[in-house]
């Protein structure tokens, strides 16, 4: 099943390879879980910095059966958002371990957490 992709870019144009890397990164997530529904991809650049490269900023939303699960990365303190095909990466690989929780949670994977035995009470007479 393909994933149905939404893909938004705000103060900023539209550019094929860009388009290109998120499918290919939608892609991804898809090979990892059957269960997508559909990704919604928003770029931006929202500061424009006239003595600093821009920063940019990814915003990417999946659903999938009872959840939502989006991730925000923003230009932060950290300047390796000046790429924004890092600023890419870095949203795409923390949507990927939000959907790897999820999926382990769905199949009940969730390590719990061992509880000392209860002592025994003796039974009064």
């Known amino acids: 099943m393909a994933i149905t992709i939404e893909l938004s870019f705000r103060n900023l144009e539209r550019s094929e390879f860009i388009e290109d890397n998120i499918k290919q990164r939608c892609k991804r997530l898809e090979s990892l879980s059957d ?4 990704c919604h991809v928003v770029v931006s650049a929202p500061h424009q910095h006239q003595h600093k490269g821009n920063h940019y900023e990814v915003h990417v939303e999946l659903r ?7 991730v925000t990365k923003n230009t932060g303190v950290s300047d390796a958002h000046e790429d ?3 600023a890419l990466r870095d949203a795409f690989e923390a949507l990927e371990r939000q959907l790897n929780r999820w999926k382990e949670k769905r199949r009940s994977d969730v390590k719990e957490h061992s509880r000392p035995p209860r002592p025994e009470v003796p039974d009064e007479p």
């Open 64 to 70: 999938v059966p009872g959840t939502e699960l989006a």
């Open 84 to 86: 924004l095909y890092v």
């Open 35 to 38: 269960e997508i529904t559909f």
